[in-house]
């Protein structure tokens, strides 16, 4: 059986790995320790009878420590899962912790209490906020932007080497046509000579206009018509 009081004249005056000593205070790095702090009644190592509370993943469950189960250290500590209400949790506490120091009790409690406040603000800010932060790798925004650049370069030979083919076969380049559809190729002179022939008719229609306008005579308003009808009767009159 353990003698606490040796083990804690060994770690407590000389060394603890999971001491962590500051200016005013020392604290205790051990996940099983209840209050975070190096003591002697906090120490999880010193004390063959302690009892602590873990949350993982939401969810507080309540470690048990014995001298019973001393000799087998895979089973030392004993897990106890908590309900979610927190009466009903605190009830389960007492219910487990019965016969035990009145200081583990009330240090359980206030460390259950500590966890169930910041598991409430937990949720809280995430209904709030629903952002989510994720990380960009600099290496693959680069190459996606190199690959984006190639890409317009590509599509713009492609376009300038399809204006100079379509070029060299208007011009008559090629004597014969062999790699390139002659159904597209047609439909191709078809339209540019649709293009060229609504062109040449409307060059003609502004010409005839021209034309009719130079041979016709201005025609004249008539008001000055009627004047001038007037000014010959009277003179006649007279």
């Avoid at 219910?95 to 809280?124: A, S």
């Avoid at 379509?166 to 004597?175: F, I, P, V």
């Avoid at 002179?189 to 060059?203: A, R, S, T």
């Amino acid at each position: 059986m353990q003698n606490d009081e040796v083990i804690w004249g060994v770690i407590g005056s000389n060394h603890c790995s999971y001491r962590a000593s500051t200016e005013t205070q020392n604290f205790c790095r051990n996940q099983y320790n209840v209050t975070g702090l190096c003591n002697r009644r906090s120490c999880p190592l010193a004390n063959s009878t302690y009892a602590t509370i873990i949350e993982k993943e939401g969810v507080c469950y309540l470690y048990k420590k014995v001298p019973e189960r001393a000799n087998t250290p895979k089973k030392l500590w004993e897990r106890i899962k908590l309900l979610q209400n927190y009466k009903l949790a605190l009830e389960q506490i007492d219910e487990h912790l019965e016969f035990w120091p009145d200081f583990l009790i009330h240090k359980n409690k206030q460390r259950f209490t500590k966890i169930v406040q910041y598991l409430i603000r937990q949720r809280k800010i995430k209904k709030q906020d629903n952002t989510k932060l994720v990380t960009v790798s600099k290496k693959a925004e680069r190459r996606e932007k190199t690959r984006e650049a190639k890409a317009e370069k590509a599509a713009n030979i492609e376009i300038s080497i399809e204006k100079e083919l379509l070029e060299r076969l208007k011009s008559g380049t090629y004597d014969e046509i062999y790699n390139y559809p002659p159904k597209l190729y047609n439909e191709l002179l078809d339209e540019e000579e649709q293009i060229e022939f609504v062109e040449e008719d409307i060059e003609e229609s502004d010409q005839e206009i021209e034309d009719l306008d130079q041979i016709l005579p201005k025609r004249r308003p008539r008001h000055e018509i009627e004047y001038e009808q007037e000014i010959e009767e009277l003179g006649k009159l007279h």
